[in-house]
């Protein structure tokens, strides 16, 4: 059986990197992985990381760059390595527009198609932009659903998803946080080479772990979200915020600007294991990422979510993550109250496996040989 992996991003990278080590190793399977390259330096140091090596890759990134930009670009250049490799089934994860584009280009080819964290869902078109539409988009052109969780499932269902197409998983994330953690802990000489890098942070000081790159975030929002942080750090001198600044310019010039002679340490985008390091050292967590959310879970963090809206509400429920938006008055009250309040903190500070426990990859796979699989079932 020949899979051809599709992906362009850091995020996918990572959440890839368990599944395309168990393609590797499976006999049945001829494993062909192609990147778009949509996030160059970023993908670029996850696939050194994860020794994932490309038999193609697009290079398509360009400074400032559209998502129609990217989808334009990828579709001929989709179509001749589909031609070439002649897959049985295209893979790609998440949704991001090079998500999109792949799936397109294997519905034009008439190729089977399979979804990993298939089916989750905001409701809300613009939250996040453009990645809610690219989903809703890939699932209608999906032969096989890999549903993270019980919920995205039934957002499947309700969108007249055959159940037959649809297997819940877990979330590969799990699967590859808990490995990256464990090696991290048995390499002692890693972990001192990573603390070296932050000489800065005072140890006596609560670390709050900060991102935020969202397009829906750009402009005003983002410019209230950095005045929260300061704010944060004037009210609770016992605190201290990293904030590892994205690439993209709308994100990166304005954050400079706001918060430059703050005492907010700015700096470059992280590898993996520091920044796993920095959120496992970390007190709370403030983003508007997605996989941070997950993440979250399985280290038993506190995360300040910065949508209004987020596409997975089991960590809403479960408590452990609080959705702010960028409102800076919320914001502000809500990590306050986090850092002062101990009872509060140690009510949410806990370690749950809503989005997976370790084994998903193990059940794509499966589903992708047609064997039958017990889903995941959190506990």
């Known amino acids: 059986m020949k899979i051809l992996t599709i992906f362009g991003t850091r995020p996918e990278a990572i959440k890839l990197s368990p599944v395309l080590d168990k393609l590797s190793s499976t006999p049945q399977v001829e494993s062909f992985i192609c990147t778009t390259g949509q996030h160059r330096d970023l993908l670029d140091e996850m696939l050194s990381f994860f020794k994932i090596v490309p038999a193609y ?10 998502p129609e930009d990217i989808i334009a670009a990828s579709l001929t250049r989709l179509e001749r390595v589909i031609q070439d490799v002649k897959p049985d089934w295209i893979l790609v994860q998440g949704d991001t527009v090079t998500v999109l584009a792949a799936s397109l280009a294997a519905f034009f080819k008439k190729i089977k198609l399979a979804h990993i964290e298939a089916g989750l869902r905001s409701y809300d078109k613009f939250s996040p932009f453009p990645e809610e539409t690219n989903r809703r988009l890939v699932s209608h052109m999906t032969d096989l659903h890999f549903a993270p969780t019980l919920q995205a499932k039934k957002n499947l269902l309700a969108e007249n998803i055959p159940e037959k197409n649809i297997l819940v998983t877990g979330n590969t994330a799990i699967d590859n946080i808990l490995n990256v953690c464990q090696k991290i802990k048995q390499k002692k ?6 603390q070296k890098k932050f000489p800065f942070l005072n140890k006596k000081r609560r670390l709050i772990l900060a991102t935020i790159h969202r397009r829906e975030n750009f402009g005003k929002k983002l410019e209230n979200v950095a005045k929260a942080f ?6 609770n001198h016992d605190s201290q915020i990293i904030l590892p600044v994205h690439p993209n310019p709308n994100v990166r010039i304005p954050l400079t600007q706001f918060l430059q002679k703050s005492a907010i340490y700015l700096v470059q985008p992280l590898d993996y294991p520091s920044f796993i390091y920095l959120m496992d050292s970390a007190y709370l967590l403030m983003t508007d990422s997605g996989g941070i959310q997950e993440e979250a879970t399985a280290l038993g963090k506190p995360v300040l979510i910065l949508r209004d809206v987020t596409e997975r509400p089991e960590i809403v429920e479960a408590r452990i993550g609080l959705l702010t938006g960028t409102n800076q ?3 502000v009250k809500t990590a306050l109250r986090l850092l002062n309040d101990q009872k509060t903190y140690q009510s949410i500070a806990r370690k749950v496996n809503i989005f997976g426990d370790g084994l998903a990859s193990q059940r794509i796979v499966s589903g992708l040989l047609g064997k039958k699989v017990k889903e995941f079932e959190p506990f």
């Open 329 to 331: 008055s919320r914001i």
């Open 230 to 235: 300061i704010t944060i750090t004037r009210k």
């Open 189 to 194: 000489l890693l972990v001192k080479k990573i």
């Open 57 to 66: 890759d697009l290079n398509l990134m360009r400074y400032n760059q559209r």
